[in-house]
Every structure is written in C-alpha cells, then in structure tokens.
C-alpha cells in the first residue's frame, strides 16, 4: 500500500481532499499561484433587499477569507456567550440558532466599525499561518530572489507529505500571499516532530522589512562574516544578535549575512560591529576568527 492509498485509508474524508489540495497546491506552484491570484483579481461583495429580506453575496482570495471569518467568529463567539448567560440565569434553551447570533455578530461588524473613530487604530487580527521551511525557501528563491540557489538551503528538504501553506483550521494559502503576509505581519516560530507534535513555541517577531531591511543591507557591501567576499546581494538580512537572545528587530542590531555563514553562526559564533564600523566574527570559545 502506498502512502497516498494508506492516507487514504486512515484519515478522514475532509482530512485527506485537504492532503490532496495541499499536494496539488504545493506540486504546482504556477498553477496554484495563477489561481489564487484569478480569485483575488475578481473578488467581489456585495448585499440586496428584495421583498424585505436581506441577502449578502461574496467571494475572494483564500487568505482575505480566511481573516474575514477570524474575526466574524470572534464576534458569534461572543454573542454564543451572551445567551449562555441568559439561558444560564433562565435555565433554559439558547435564545438565538447558530445562524442568528452569526447574523447578529456581522451587523455588529459593521456598527463597530461605523463607529469607531476616522483616526482610531484598526486592531489587528491573529491569523495563524502555518508553512514548511522547504515552502518559504522555495517562494524566497523562486519568486522572491532572496536566497542565492534553491541548492544552497537554509534548512534540509520536508517530505511531501509533511509540506504545508495553510491557516491553523485547515483553509490552504498560496505560498507567496502566505509569505507577504508574514512579512507584513507578525512571525512566530513553531517546530514540529515527525509526528506533527509541537515540540518549540518561540516568540513573536517582526521580520526585516522595506526601508528597515535596507538599511541593514548597506551597512556592509559583502557578508560580515570575516573573510567572506559574498556581496550583501545575496545575503540574508540577519540579527547580529539573535532575537531568542533578546536581540531586537532594529537596524542598528543587523547586518547581511551569506546563507553558510548563517548557518554556522548557529553553532555558536558571534558577531560584532565596533563604534568604527568594522564587523568582527568571535568563535565559541571567545577568540577572534
């Protein structure tokens, strides 16, 4: 039995149409892309009363869905909790169906946001996306020119059936519009096993960005690994010192620095930029390199 027949076999039917989605989505990056693009371009919204009855249409991109119903099952939530404390004081049933208190939920939506002042800040939603390393790698190089050659990784290769670019709840992104977002947005670190168990929740954290990675690319025309010739062209744009050791996302705290050296900086090298702007590189033990 082969692993498609076998997952197949053993998973649920809405579990394994999303394993063949994803495997579909993921094998045929163009594709997928050109697609996900189509129903961005033609998305579209829109709400009529005929005969006094209200009807709402629609229709988007996955990852604009996907933050749309985040934030409408926020508020259902809540108007579920407003009748469970009514019928809890009453002792009996909810007051509302299921599509009520969503219906109620969505014009609450709306006067919120009517009401909220012209200059007031926009919360944010929390939209948990979810992509391998292989996936990031392949749309930093592919798409983005990020990384010097998809042969020159950053991490080893994930197994096809372990690749993913996806919410949290199972609604599949396309990679790039998965990857803007995090780069527009919030990032955390979340490692798993061969099991799909969790086993690190690191921190959230900001990518370099726009003007801010800019600046920390010029503050070196090559790698400041010392030694290193590769220009800043193909370097990534890394923390000098590591945010898990409470270094911040600021340009004063970066610098480029080559794919290999990336890596190696990982085995507990350090690096350092003197007041006169000379980078130096310190091995483990604390010497010079």
């Not at 371009?41 to 005969?51: F, H, L, N």
């Not at 790039?176 to 947005?185: P, W």
């Given at each position: 039995m082969n692993r498609t027949t076998r997952q197949a076999h053993d998973l649920e039917y809405?579990?394994?149409?999303?394993?063949?989605?994803?495997?579909?989505?993921?094998?045929d990056f163009d594709g997928a892309h050109q697609d996900a693009e189509l129903a961005h371009?033609?998305?579209?919204?829109?709400?009529?009363?005929?005969?006094?009855i209200g009807h709402l249409s629609g229709n988007g991109g996955s990852l604009d869905s996907a933050e749309l119903k985040e934030i409408w099952d926020q508020f259902t939530q809540a108007e579920f909790r407003d009748d469970l404390d009514i019928a809890t004081e009453a002792t009996s049933d909810l007051p509302r169906t299921a599509g009520q208190r969503r219906w109620d939920a969505l014009l609450k939506i709306f006067r919120t946001a009517a009401g909220a002042p012209a200059?007031?800040?926009t919360p944010e939603p929390v939209l948990n996306l979810i992509m391998d390393v292989t996936t990031f790698e392949d749309v930093l190089t592919r798409d983005w020119n990020l990384l010097p050659t998809t042969d020159d990784r950053l991490f080893g290769q994930v197994p096809m059936e372990h690749r993913r670019s996806e919410t949290s709840s199972g609604v599949l992104v396309d990679?790039?519009?998965?990857?803007?977002?995090?780069?527009?947005?919030w990032v955390r670190r979340v490692v798993i096993d061969s099991a799909g168990n969790v086993i690190d929740y690191g921190r959230r954290r900001r990518l370099f960005t726009g003007a801010a990675r800019d600046a920390v690319m010029l503050h070196s025309p090559r790698c400041t690994w010392s030694g290193c010739d590769t220009t800043s062209s193909y370097c990534n744009a890394d923390h000098t010192i590591d945010w898990q050791h409470g270094g911040p996302t600021t340009t004063t705290n970066g610098g480029p620095l080559c794919p290999r050296h990336d890596r190696t900086k990982n085995r507990g090298y350090k690096?350092?930029?003197d007041p006169n702007g000379t980078w130096h590189t310190y091995r483990p033990d604390g010497t010079a390199a």
């Open positions: 809405q579990d394994f149409r999303r394993c063949v989605r994803r495997w579909e989505m993921l094998a371009e033609t998305r579209q919204a829109g709400i009529t009363i005929r005969d006094g200059d007031g800040k990679p790039q519009h998965a990857l803007r977002a995090a780069i527009g947005g690096l350092r930029r």
